[in-house]
């Protein structure tokens, strides 16, 4: 496993290998078939999976993260049993465990989010018991008597239904970026 600047994280060659030359190797492939695309004026999207085959090995890289991959390698087999089909059943099984991970992170993302809003529903409902208090407190008043008083009560009045409004806003906000991940751990 590398990231795109070439550090390699984790592998399993011996010792006897040069990893880091191997991970710079690795990186410098991955940046000449984006210039490869370049040249050839298509679009350059992030790629999925580069598969490499000789002869001998057959190399796939997968892409993991935003700046992670993974490199496989597999060697031919004496029997010759090793072909296209099974390395893509290894790729399958591997972009399935991918996939599970990805909705791990949209599950773990969903789980912020609730908390978020149950956060700023505490606190919507703090605010709007501040302006039930506050409409209270102004019906004792005597506006005549304690003009000032009544003033400054209507303006935290005011200031709190603001914030309401903008609580009321980010509540919906958050309620429908919950539901769309929801829908994509569906798809």
């Known amino acids: 496993m590398f990231y795109n600047n070439g550090t390699i994280f984790q592998t399993t060659f011996e010792q006897n290998i040069n990893v880091p030359k191997l991970g710079e190797n690795l990186a410098e492939l991955l940046y000449h078939v984006r210039l490869v695309y370049e040249i050839s004026q298509f679009k350059i999207d992030n790629y999925k999976k580069l598969i490499f085959e000789t002869d001998d090995i057959s190399v796939i890289i997968l892409k993991l993260g ?15 049993d090793l072909k296209l089909s099974s390395i893509k059943r290894y790729i399958t099984r591997i972009e399935s465990l991918i996939d599970m991970n990805e909705e791990e992170i949209i599950l773990q993302e969903i789980l912020t989010k609730e908390e978020e809003l149950k956060n700023a529903l505490n606190l919507l409902q703090f605010k709007r018991e501040n302006i039930q208090n506050l409409h209270e407190k102004l019906k004792i008043l005597n506006e005549i008597e304690y003009p000032e008083e009544s003033k400054q009560i209507e303006k935290e009045i005011n200031s709190l239904n603001e914030d309401c409004a903008k609580l009321d806003k980010e509540i919906s906000d958050i309620q429908e970026e919950i539901l769309r991940l929801k829908q994509d751990i569906e798809k």
Do not use: P, Q, R, T
Not at 66 to 79: C, G, M, P, R, T
């Open 66 to 80: 935003e700046d992670s991959n993974i490199a496989l390698f597999f060697k031919k087999e004496e029997d010759k």
